[in-house]
């Protein structure tokens, strides 16, 4: 599981932390400014909660083997990330701390009630409502806030994000995005510690050219086509909320944050348990608190992510299990990420529409070759134009997948979801695009068995289309 471990003391790096963004402060902390005595007596008290909380879950840590071996994939600030993923029964938090955190959520309902306007305590709730599974809750709670705008929409976002309404997400995330102060958005908008080799291409454009860009590679970058809304993005944005609240707040390792946990959060994640390692008995220093990102995760932004003008777009490609990615997602409903070995696609002009075609065998793959599978073939045109999907019966692990679209595809996609396990697979590719922008002439080449008479048209071709474009010898 990806771990973040704590480099120095406490003591030595509370003089080295860097100041909060100014506009994120203000848009959690606007309705202090001007509270009464005892609307100040209210944020007080939620504020020792939180903190009372934070400290109980920290007495209260599981212990767990520092499993890094003493390497350290990538130093960023105070902090040492490296990825093994795990999954330890024994890292479950104690009743005790459970017990903690239904008192904390009470206290700061009860503080939302009196003050809905304090972005502060609403984010607390909204953050601590997510972490107890209850997604739904804070959705309704991010709605009922009256702070900052931008703000609130944000925690409507990151709530609708854990609840894994990522199309309500993605939404609440436009508003607040619409919504914030110029340089905050280019903050939030800002891919370049994602895009690995693309950065450089990337930070050469000035903020306000990046939009055409950035929509570019979060269409391409998007998980699955055949699902609604783009989960990658909607949790590029809930990490930056995240990142806030865990700014202004007590943290469960007792370390402020600073600008290098908004960089940790930004690109890993936060986490979602923490445990202290039990390797260091008999010494003097405390135990390390280490923090687990939820995993697996993958690299899911394609390579490249830009390129120059003059590229083959045909060369992109994407590689889910790429090591030390720069960037990591962990999907909910993936607990893999594999390829799809075995497809054919075909494209073909019907009058003004065009006809793709998705021939497959999934037999090969070490899951979906037993088990059933949610197959679709999604077609895209840009980022601007919804996806076309077909499905298939999810009783077969072999099938020809059809669809009809009124616009020449750029990206075909073949996805495959587990029905009984959380299993992911996919093929994606760029078609290559039309000489000169012209309309296509020629239709693709299609590869089936024969039989003892041809096919006279290519519906009656279909069933007999191989599972892959190539032909053994002999």
Request: charged share 25%.
């Amino acid at each position: 599981m990806p771990r973040s471990r704590l480099l120095a003391s406490l003591a030595s790096l509370c003089a080295t932390l860097l100041a909060l963004n100014g506009s994120a402060a203000r848009a959690q902390s606007s309705a202090r400014r001007v509270a009464a005595p005892d609307s100040l007596a209210v944020l007080r008290r939620a504020r020792d909660a939180q903190r009372d909380f934070e400290q109980t879950r920290r007495a209260n840590l599981p212990y767990g083997p520092d499993d890094s071996n003493g390497r350290c994939e990538e130093r960023i600030g105070r902090y040492c990330y490296w990825y093994q993923p795990s999954s330890d029964p024994a890292l479950r938090e104690s009743e005790i701390v459970e017990q903690a955190r239904e008192r904390l959520l009470r206290d700061l309902a009860a503080a939302s009630g009196r003050l809905p306007g304090d972005g502060w305590i609403t984010g607390q709730l909204v953050h601590y409502l997510t972490e107890y599974g209850r997604a739904d809750l804070a959705v309704i709670r991010a709605q009922r806030c009256r702070a900052t705008r931008w703000w609130c929409d944000a925690l409507e976002g990151l709530a609708r994000h854990m609840a894994h309404d990522y199309e309500g997400a993605d939404d609440a995330f436009g508003r607040a995005l619409r919504e914030m102060p110029e340089a905050q958005r280019c903050a939030w908008t800002d891919l370049a510690p994602l895009l690995g080799d693309g950065a450089r291409l990337y930070r050469a454009l000035p903020c306000a050219e990046r939009d055409s860009v950035r929509e570019r590679i979060w269409w391409l970058a998007r998980p699955l086509y055949s699902r609604p809304g783009n989960d990658l993005r909607t949790e590029h944005y809930a990490r930056h909320t995240m990142a806030l609240l865990l700014e202004d707040a007590e943290t469960a390792d007792g370390v402020p944050g600073g600008a290098d946990t908004r960089k940790l959060v930004v690109r890993f994640g936060w986490p979602t348990h923490w445990s202290q390692s039990f390797d260091r008995l008999g010494r003097l220093e405390p135990p390390r608190i280490l923090g687990h990102e939820p995993s697996p995760s993958f690299w899911l932004f394609p390579v490249p992510a830009l390129a120059e003008p003059w590229a083959d777009v045909t060369e992109l490609h994407w590689d889910p299990a790429m090591e030390r990615p720069p960037t990591r997602y962990a999907p909910p409903y993936a607990a893999g990420f594999a390829p799809i070995e075995r497809v054919q696609f075909a494209r073909f002009r019907r009058s003004d529409t065009t006809l793709t075609i998705a021939a497959f065998d999934l037999t090969p793959d070490s899951v979906f070759g037993t088990r059933p599978a949610d197959v679709r073939l999604a077609v895209a045109r840009d980022p601007t134009t919804p996806v076309a999907v077909a499905r298939a019966s999810p009783s077969r692990p072999l099938g020809v997948l059809a669809v009809r679209s009124p616009w020449r595809p750029a990206v075909l996609s073949l996805e495959a979801v587990g029905v009984d396990t959380p299993w992911v697979a996919r093929r994606r590719a760029m078609a290559p695009p039309d000489p000169g922008g012209l309309p296509p002439i020629m239709s693709d080449i299609l590869l089936f068995a024969p039989g003892d008479v041809l096919p006279e048209s290519l519906e009656a071709a279909l069933p007999a289309a191989l599972g892959a474009p190539v032909v053994p010898a002999g």
